[in-house]
């Protein structure tokens, strides 16, 4: 029995999570809470202020996940950190805060690549056992699959990440960013009809999504500025919730076309779609209709594993950590940029 | 008149966005490959008819430039617009993906002077690969989805032949076929065939992690035989590092 305290704040979320690995058992979750910096609408999470709201909440968070879990720290074998990729200062102040655990506490440490995180937890809570993912979140637009252990990008956005696009496309309608403008966009989406024309680019297992966001920023600029745009069929005026609704129907199937081309390629039939876009329900539903046209199926988690958290830090790096696999504390730094596939899996057939 | 629709054909393969079935064209001895694009009924179907029609008409155009301008692909037998359909000449051999992972999985059992064949022949087979895509991009075509799925190999044709099973160790009498045109273009911009490289380097790696090696052959048989092959390398170098600064933040 081994048990793991992971540290996540790579991005705006600050998460701490407490996890036990018992052989031949699911994994339990002792704890997992999560506190977000939330910018005013029309703004992003600067480096600085998202740093700051990390090193003002992490002892809070860290005493209230022991409590809830009723471990002791004797019990606590190792802690795990994410090591990137991420915003700097914002991994810096949370890697300070492990090491300082580390220290204080006596225990090893184990730094942890925010992807893999995502992806092994997201394999336990489903158990999808060999699945093609999509990895899709603020940063990051990968279709991954595992072999000879590594987890291998096929596919990826070649310009800018699709939580990125519909973050700075909430910013351009003012959408609030509480709880996530994601959210938000799908909420809006909900109550649109009309799809208008928007440029589709895909490339084989990758795409592109700036000159989805160029056009739909311009358009909606034009919107905004009182120009009236109705569509060419119905001549009904094209609202807002058509933006969100259009975007969302473009993009995603972009997303799912580059996932399906992955999956005929490796030959499989399972998807796992993870990271914070993948909480998005139109997302699953269009994936899980590809997938069941190949006589597979989507796996997918809620918000409190696809969403940034520490428990996915402390899974993934429990499960390095019973391969031997430690961080000693002078070799204990971040990276903006770590790539998926630049970790060893060793935990893996 | 459209021909009616050949219903005797038996499905092969469900691809990525296509169903293929193999079936004959007019005669029984020639045998052929319908391409249907079903509905893709996650998608919206305004945006589903739009991606399918263009899809399929492209195609066909790109495997007649290719084909009349001496890159080898498959003839187009019939194109039927209306159902999105494209029959087209049958390539009897495996794909390169197949192809490649019988080949380094068997390379492992065989002894080292075996494998030191085994290893000429794949160079080979990459410098034709390299020649190939080198050959697309002079003609300024892209193909879009450049992955060892979507590269054949196609038995020479010479009386007495045999047929390339994916077992088979002689290279010598096959070609590369370019297959799979619908998400290409016509373009002579350094920055698409550039793009075009990428996708193939990185499915290529991924795909055959083992045969890292090999992909050099393929980039360095292009820079010998693509006329324009300098200015897309350096092009090639810019799109990587972006791949590799984006900020990558969540
Ligand atoms: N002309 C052909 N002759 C024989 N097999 C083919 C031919 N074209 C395609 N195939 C087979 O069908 C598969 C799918 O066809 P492809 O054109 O690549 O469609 P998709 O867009 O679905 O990948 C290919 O990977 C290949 O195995
Ligand atoms: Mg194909």
């Known amino acids: 029995m081994t048990i793991a305290i992971g540290l996540e704040g790579s991005a705006n979320k600050l998460g701490v999570g407490i996890i036990r690995h018992t052989p031949s058992k699911p994994a339990e979750i002792l704890s997992n809470i999560r506190h977000t910096f939330v910018s005013p609408p029309g703004e992003g999470f600067l480096p600085k202020d998202t740093a700051i709201h990390h090193r003002s909440w992490v002892v809070k968070l860290v005493k209230q996940a022991l409590k809830e879990s009723g471990v002791t720290i004797r019990e606590v074998d190792c802690i795990c950190y994410t090591k990137g990729p991420g915003m700097g200062a914002p991994l810096q102040s949370v890697a300070v805060a492990a090491r300082t655990l580390a220290l204080l506490w006596d225990k090893p440490l184990v730094g942890v690549n925010h992807c893999v995180g995502h992806i092994e937890m997201g394999r336990e809570i489903t158990g999808a056992d060999n699945p093609v993912v999509l990895y899709v979140s603020g940063g990051n637009t990968q279709v991954i699959a595992y072999a000879d252990q590594r987890y291998r990008i096929f596919g990826e956005a070649l310009d800018i990440a699709i939580g990125n696009c519909l973050d700075r496309f909430a910013r351009t309608l003012n959408i609030s960013n509480d709880p996530a403008p994601g959210y938000n966009i799908e909420q809006m989406a909900k109550k649109g009809k009309h799809l208008i024309d928007i440029p589709y680019t895909v490339k084989g297992m990758d795409c592109s999504f700036s000159g989805i966001l160029g056009f739909i920023d311009a358009y909606a600029g034009e919107m905004l500025s009182g120009a009236e745009k109705r569509d060419p069929d119905t001549r009904e005026l094209i609202t807002p919730e058509d933006l969100c609704f259009s975007l969302q129907e473009t993009a995603f199937a972009m997303l799912v076309e580059i996932t399906e081309r992955a999956m005929a390629h490796v030959g499989s039939t399972q998807v796992l779609i993870v990271g914070g876009v993948g909480c998005n329900e139109r997302l699953q539903e269009m994936m899980g209709i590809m997938a069941r046209d190949r006589g597979g199926s989507v796996y997918a988690t809620d918000e409190r594993f696809c969403i940034d958290n520490g428990i996915m830090i402390a899974h993934a790096g429990l499960l390095a950590f019973q391969t031997g696999f430690t961080t000693p504390i002078d070799e204990s730094t971040c990276t903006q940029r770590f790539r998926t596939d630049e970790v060893f899996v060793k935990w893996r057939e | ?250």
């Open chain 2, 1 to 250: 008149m459209p021909p009616l629709r050949l219903i005797d054909g038996t499905l092969v393969k469900q691809g990525a966005e296509a169903h293929v079935y193999k079936s004959t064209f007019l005669y029984p001895n020639v045998p052929c490959l319908i391409k249907v694009r079903p509905t893709k009924p996650y998608r919206h179907a305004t945006l589903d008819m739009r991606l399918t029609k263009h899809r399929c008409i492209s195609e066909a155009r790109l495997l007649n430039r290719c084909r009349s301008m001496g890159v080898l692909c498959p003839t187009v037998y019939f194109v039927d617009e209306k159902r999105g359909e494209i029959i087209m000449e049958w390539i009897e051999g495996p794909s390169v993906r197949d192809f490649l992972h019988n080949y380094i999985d068997d390379a492992s059992d065989h002894g080292k002077d075996e494998n030191k064949a085994i290893d000429v022949q794949l160079d080979a087979l990459m410098e034709n690969i390299g020649q190939t895509i080198g050959k697309l991009h002079d003609i300024d075509t892209i193909h879009g989805d450049l992955t060892t799925s979507n590269l054949m190999l196609k038995p020479r044709e010479s009386p007495g032949t045999q047929v390339l099973d994916t077992a088979d160790t002689s290279l010598a009498n096959s070609d590369v076929v370019l297959i799979d045109f619908g998400l290409g273009q016509v373009s002579s911009s350094d920055e698409d065939k550039a793009v075009d490289l990428y996708v193939l380097e990185r499915a290529f790696l991924s795909t055959h992690p083992r045969a890292t090696r090999l992909f050099d052959i393929i980039i360095d048989s292009y820079k010998r035989n693509c006329l324009g092959s300098s200015v897309v390398l350096r092009r090639l170098q810019e799109v990587r590092l972006r791949g590799r600064k984006k900020s990558m933040v969540g």
